[in-house]
């Protein structure tokens, strides 16, 4: 039994229902049971770092165990919470992650990165392999860039996939092109999306009838 399927195994298995009584480990298992005590003292003591002096501590609590405990091998300090990077940002700061020591390699485990705060506007290391940017895509050799020309016949039809029995043309083949560019066709197919719920509530609304017949006024039908 863990406490989450998805949390590192080591710290998080409470017991073997094989061994112990499943109510047994459920309720007593220091492994499952770390995180009552919101309200107590005993609710943040495991805090550290950044979040044992975010003004948010007692209701939060460090954020996702998963992740803080991936990252440190502990637990209590989550290092990609929206809230302090905007905190760090206006202390013109800002936190980067340095692995320090590697996963021993068993299912759910984890390695321990180090934070490292410097300057918000500081040059990024160039050999930092946590810093990933659109130019570090590698792009499969027939991909199109945004002009056609690479990968393809320069006016040719770029035809990844044939298209579906009954479907002519070719399938549409996404761009190379910055992340800028994915976004905004992130943001046409919402669009699109919610305009198509849009017409199915609205249809759905037109089929319903406007007023439903009080029981004793329906017309019997049979003779
Ligand atoms: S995860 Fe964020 S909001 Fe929660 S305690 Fe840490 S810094 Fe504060």
Known sequence: MKADPTLPSEPYIGGNVRQRP????????QQLTYNLGAGTAAGTA??????????????????????????????????????????????GLRERLAPRMPASGRPYDNGVFEIIEEGRDDPWPGTDPLRFTAEDIR????????????GVEVGAVPVRNPPPDGLDG?????????????FSLMSELIRAKRALDRAEREEAEGAL??????ASHQVSTTP
């Not at 792009?139 to 690479?150: K, M």
């Not at 070719?170 to 560019?181: E, F, I, K």
């Not at 009838?209 to 009080?214: A, C, D, M, V």
């Open 209 to 214: 009838p406007l007023e439903r017949p009080h």
């Open 22 to 29: 499943l109510r047994e480990i459920v309720e007593h298992a």
């Open 46 to 91: 495991h805090l550290w770092g950044f979040c044992r002096s975010c003004e948010f501590a007692e209701l939060c609590r460090g954020g996702d165990t998963f992740t803080a405990h991936s990252f440190f091998d502990r637990r209590g300090n989550h290092p990609y919470c929206h809230h302090r990077a905007l905190v760090q940002d206006r202390r």
């Open 170 to 182: 070719a399938a549409p083949l996404l761009p190379r092109s910055p992340w800028s560019s994915s």
């Open 139 to 150: 792009w499969p050799p027939d991909w199109p860039a945004d002009d056609g020309t690479a």
